[in-house]
């Protein structure tokens, strides 16, 4: 750890170094210290932006996405000039250009059972900027196995959620929500809609109180979820309990557990051209399929709809697309649950987007 700060550093951090829990020991602390950001998204943009400004030093980012003119509504890392460009690499440059302090290490690739462990053990904090559940339980088990805190935030519409998990041993997600949703009760921003500044909001709270973790300051959103109705400007904190009757997440029972599958467009082609034959189920909106559909598409159930329609799907070798992986995720998670086969559900990672990018672009992306 670096004794003392340059008179660059002196001169970039001067408002933190006259604040009495903060001053040169916390910057010091701060340039020290590493932060895993997943997703670069509505919560991630506002969230790195941030974190950057103060000092941390190491800011890892995970995404698997690109950039669209559709996400520059409430994704302000991004930029015109970025559309079709990684997410993490569009955000890496932005961090490079607002503070040379700071290293990015950008992983584009999807955070998954596989890699979990190994990607979050080289961080302190988590911050969650997922918009997924799937996602949000990996990062929850992962980090209680790792003994890692995590900042958790979320949005719908007008309203947002945040809370501090697994801080110092403290409650986690699946004491507060201890199982997922089905598919029909859990729609992404794609489908229900956010305003713009409300992810701005979440993810600066977020990144506040991953600073106070670092920092050891200040109270913790620790069994404490904080909500936020941005439509009538009012904030609640609600408090909750470890369920102590709860099984403790592990390594060992993560890296074993069951899931479903991914598959990525190229591999899906390749296995097909020789021969592979599997139900491939499209779980997007009508409305969508007008725009474009994936040829040899052999059924389509909106998301929403599977838990009533389950029985017209066969028991057999599924591969599931939506727009870009988000909720075909869910319903591939909804399927093993509901008894098919770990090892016969396949979610095709992107989507219809993914599949324009790396196999047709003719295919619309939208």
């Not at 020290?32 to 950001?37: A, G």
């Not at 460009?85 to 607002?98: F, H, Y």
């Not at 620790?222 to 941005?230: C, N, P, S, V």
Request: with cysteine; aromatic share 6%; proline share 5%.
């Amino acid at each position: 750890m670096a004794k003392e700060l340059s008179p660059e550093q002196n001169e970039r951090y001067a408002r933190h170094l006259t604040l009495p829990n903060i001053g040169e020991e916390g910057q010091l602390a701060l340039l020290e210290s590493s932060i895993l950001v997943v997703g670069a998204g509505g919560l991630g943009s506002p969230a790195i932006l941030y974190l950057a400004a103060a000092g941390v030093g190491r800011l890892g980012i995970v995404d698997f996405d690109k950039v669209s003119i559709s996400n520059l509504q409430r994704q302000v890392i991004h930029s015109n000039g970025a559309v079709g460009e990684a997410k993490v690499d569009s955000a890496a440059k932005r961090v490079a250009g607002l503070n040379p302090d700071v290293e990015v290490m950008g992983i584009n690739q999807r955070l998954t059972s596989d890699n979990a462990i190994d990607i979050i053990r080289e961080f302190d904090v988590v911050v969650d900027g997922t918009d997924n559940f799937e996602t949000r339980y990996l990062i929850g088990d992962a980090c209680e196995a790792l003994g890692k805190p995590w900042v958790f935030g979320s949005i719908h519409r007008f309203d947002g959620q945040v809370s501090s998990f697994n801080y110092r041993n403290g409650p986690n997600y699946r004491d507060l929500f201890p199982e997922p949703p089905p598919p029909e009760l859990a729609p992404n921003c794609a489908e229900a809609g956010v305003l713009g500044v409300l992810p701005g909001i979440v993810g600066t709270i977020q990144a506040t109180e991953a600073i106070k973790i670092i920092l050891g300051i200040g109270e913790i959103l620790a069994g404490k979820l904080l909500t936020i109705d941005a439509i009538n400007m009012e904030m609640r904190t609600l408090s909750f309990n470890a369920d102590d009757s709860r099984k403790r997440a592990s390594v060992a029972d993560l890296s074993e557990k069951g899931s479903f599958s991914e598959i990525s467009p190229l591999e899906f082609v390749k296995r097909t051209n020789e021969g592979w034959s599997p139900f491939l189920l499209d779980v997007r909106r009508p409305e969508e399929e007008e725009i474009v559909n994936l040829e040899g598409t052999d059924l389509r159930i909106s998301h929403l709809e599977v838990p009533s329609r389950i029985e017209e799907i066969p028991n057999d070798e599924v591969v599931i697309y939506c727009r870009t992986g988000g909720r075909s995720s869910a319903v591939a998670r909804f399927l093993v649950e509901s008894g098919w086969h770990p090892g016969t559900v396949y979610n095709l990672t992107g989507g219809i987007h993914e599949w324009s990018d790396t196999v047709d672009s003719s295919v619309i992306k939208y």
